[in-house]
């Protein structure tokens, strides 16, 4: 089993709606949590931290559920330019080797 | 100015050959990381230094070898290069190595071995 696990989508949304995507990870001791976002052939690029109580960043809702280890992003009124890869990343101790999903791909358009 | 900068942005070269990626940081953070992201798109780290010290280090072939002159620098030399090595090479680097701080990426090396 892989230690995060993401829907690779890819997920097609028009412009203006909400898409929502979960990641699941395995170590059930994991500390911190994040979502960062990769656009085609660049580099990943903090998009949010995912706090316990649920966060938010805008448009971007990051939600945690420790029970059931996984964490979810929800991207209200979708730009073309949310268009991009949303790696699910954790972070299992107090150092900074986080684990990367293979990332969740979305798609907005017009 | 470009906060974390990787010398060359691409690379090709054939099996066998040795070959250096540079990682340079102007951020003033303590802490670098060398992680390979490969066709499948998973990224993984490889190795981290702390202040030049290395503080982890993967299940790597040790063809790879990172060294850091400085906390500055974090530069990943790769011996005898084989087929598998193909991949996006991401050097990063973080204020410190606890783990809530985020790790600010480098434009990626894409190394292409034929």
């Known amino acids: 089993r892989k230690e995060v696990e993401q829907d690779p989508g890819p997920f097609n949304v028009p412009e203006g709606a909400t898409v929502a995507f979960n990641c699941t990870y395995s170590n059930s001791a994991s500390q911190s949590f994040f979502w960062y976002r990769q656009d085609c052939r660049k580099e990943p690029k903090l998009l949010m931290s995912?706090?316990?109580s649920g966060n938010e960043d805008g448009r971007f809702t990051a939600q945690l559920n420790r029970a059931s280890q996984y964490i979810s992003l929800l991207i209200r009124d979708s730009k073309l330019s949310d268009s991009a890869t949303y790696l699910c990343v954790v972070n299992p101790r107090g150092w900074g080797k986080l684990q990367f999903g293979a990332g969740t791909q979305v798609v907005v358009t017009p | 100015d470009t906060a974390v900068s990787q010398t060359p942005k691409y690379l090709v070269t054939q099996m066998g050959n040795d070959k250096s990626i540079k990682c340079e940081q102007n951020?003033?953070?303590?802490?670098m990381y060398w992680y390979k992201q490969d066709s499948k798109k998973f990224l993984k780290i490889m190795f981290s230094?702390?202040?030049?010290?290395?503080?982890i280090n993967e299940t790597v072939p040790n063809r790879f070898s990172p060294k850091s002159p400085d906390k500055a620098h974090l530069n990943l030399h790769i011996n005898s290069l084989e087929l598998g090595d193909s991949a996006v090479y991401f050097c990063?680097?973080?204020?410190?190595?606890?783990?809530?701080?985020?790790?600010?990426f480098g434009p990626g090396t894409r190394l292409t071995v034929l």
């Open positions: 230094y702390n202040n030049k010290e290395l503080i």
């Open positions: 990063a680097s973080s204020p410190t190595r606890i783990s809530t701080d985020t790790q600010y």
């Open positions: 951020l003033g953070h303590d802490t």
């Open positions: 995912v706090y316990s």
